[in-house]
C-alpha cells in the first residue's frame, strides 16, 4: 500500500499549505535529495491559526498540546505534497525538531513532541517514519502557538 493510501485509509486530509505571507522565509526549501522544511505551527484544515495558544501546562493542557504536534504534522504534510507532490516521494524522515511554548516547570517536553513523532510513522512506517529528534521547551513561540516543529525529509528524484 502506497503511503498516500494509508494516508487517506487512516481517515486524514491534507489541510491547506501553512501561509507564510510577507515573511522573509520559504515554507520549504528542496537541495538535491533533500527537503528542509521550516517551522511550522498548528493550523485547522483551511489554513487558520488552530486554538488553543498559550503555554503548555498553564493555559494549554499537554493532552491539547499533543493534539496541537499532530495537526503541525499534517501541516507538515501538506507542505511535502506541495512541494514534490505526494507523500509517496519522501524516501526517509531525518530530523524533526520539536519546540514547546512552556510554562515555569512544566518539563513533559517530548511526550508533546510525541504528537508529531507518532502520526509520522503511523503514516510512513517504521522504515520511512524513523526519525531523529530533538524536543526543547521555549519561553514563547509566535502567535502563542503551543508548539512549533520543524522537519528535514530524503526524498525520492
Not at 521547551?137 to 508548539?147: D, I, K, R, S, Y
Amino acid at each position: 500500500m502506497s503511503i498516500d493510501d494509508r494516508f487517506h485509509n487512516l481517515g486524514l486530509s491534507l489541510p491547506k499549505p501553512m501561509q507564510t505571507g510577507n515573511l522573509p522565509f520559504d515554507l520549504y526549501r528542496i537541495e538535491g535529495q533533500l527537503l528542509y522544511l521550516s517551522g511550522h505551527i498548528p493550523t485547522e484544515s483551511d489554513g487558520r491559526l488552530a486554538k488553543p495558544l498559550g503555554k503548555v501546562g498553564a493555559e494549554v493542557t499537554p493532552q491539547d498540546a499533543y493534539d496541537a504536534a499532530r495537526k503541525v504534522a499534517l501541516g507538515l504534510f501538506a507542505s511535502i505534497h506541495q512541494a514534490v507532490g505526494a507523500l509517496d516521494r519522501v524516501q526517509a524522515w531525518l530530523k524533526v525538531f520539536g519546540m514547546v511554548n512552556t510554562a515555569p516547570g512544566f518539563n513533559a517536553i517530548p511526550q508533546v513532541i510525541n504528537g508529531c513523532s507518532d502520526l509520522i510513522l503511523e503514516v510512513f512506517g517504521p522504515d520511512i517514519g524513523a526519525h531523529t529528534r530533538s524536543a526543547v521547551g521555549m519561553a514563547e513561540l509566535p502567535l502563542g502557538v503551543p508548539v512549533e516543529i520543524e522537519a528535514q525529509v530524503k526524498i525520492r528524484l
